[in-house]
């Protein structure tokens, strides 16, 4: 695949900052809500006011950044970082039962891993819950109508992206993790695959975006057009340059496209020169993601 260079994205690493700052009163007012009021102003004095964030160009991300507006959060901060780089500052701060706050969604395996919870969204900034759709570029119907048929097929749940996640965070391999899941529910892939042909040794690309999520994903629909006898390329890109490969032709599918929400603005970007074959993901949800022993429920209790 003659790819440009897109910005792939690696590792981000990420300095949190983490000073405690002296206290700094209310005026007493309002006593029915004062322990949740005072939790909040000690949760942003421990975080410097910062949100643990992903990579910058998430739309969940801009979200965040939209309900600092909303909320009159004008002292808190989003900190761009990575999936990875959350996921490390969320377990250290949780082993410690230190505050943090999150850019969370689901499904993901920190949901299994930790007690967590999402802080309510009143103004509703985040949404409603969102579907992952598979695309794929104009043209893959005619030059490999296997696996697009395969890639039309293709529909799982929560529950089954959370399996292969939790395998690959407690040390296996991402693409034994896969394998393991496509062996395990062999009932389910014959459903994607039935009635396609196999094929010999014909290449597709796939990009994604390096989320634990769409890993598992990814490599789980790569396993499957292995066994159709495809060889795969997986390449992890920004999301942004995620949706321009394969709106360019330059990849061939993705199943890593969150709406309506998360990506809306690169589908206003690129929609048109790519084909939706719907959600193979329904009732995935975002938002800013605590751990239950915060005294905090709602971004309204961080003002």
Known sequence: MKMKKL??????SLALIAAGCGTNDGDGNNTENNNNNEGAGDVGEELNYTI????????????????????????????????AAMTQALGDAYDNEEPIIVTGWTPHWKFAAYDLKYLEDPEGVFGEAEDIHTFVREGLEEDMPEAYQVLDNFQWTEEDMGEIMMDIQEGTDDREAARAWVEEN???VNEWTEGVDPVDGETIDLVFVAWDSEIASTNMIAVVL????????????????????????????????WLPGTHSHLLEDYGDDMIDLGANLEGAAIGLVVPEYMDIDSIEDLQ
């Open 7 to 12: 910005g792939v994205l690696a590792g981000m």
């Open 52 to 83: 643990t964030g992903i990579d910058a160009g998430a739309g969940i991300m801009g979200a965040a950044e939209e309900a600092l507006d909303v909320y009159g959060l004008d002292e808190w901060q989003v900190q761009a970082s990575s999936d």
């Open 186 to 188: 062999e009932d389910k």
């Open 226 to 257: 292995e066994d159709l006898g495809y060889e795969v390329n997986m390449d992890p890109l920004e999301a942004n340059f995620m949706f321009q490969a394969v709106a360019e032709g330059e990849a061939d599918a993705m199943v890593a496209a």
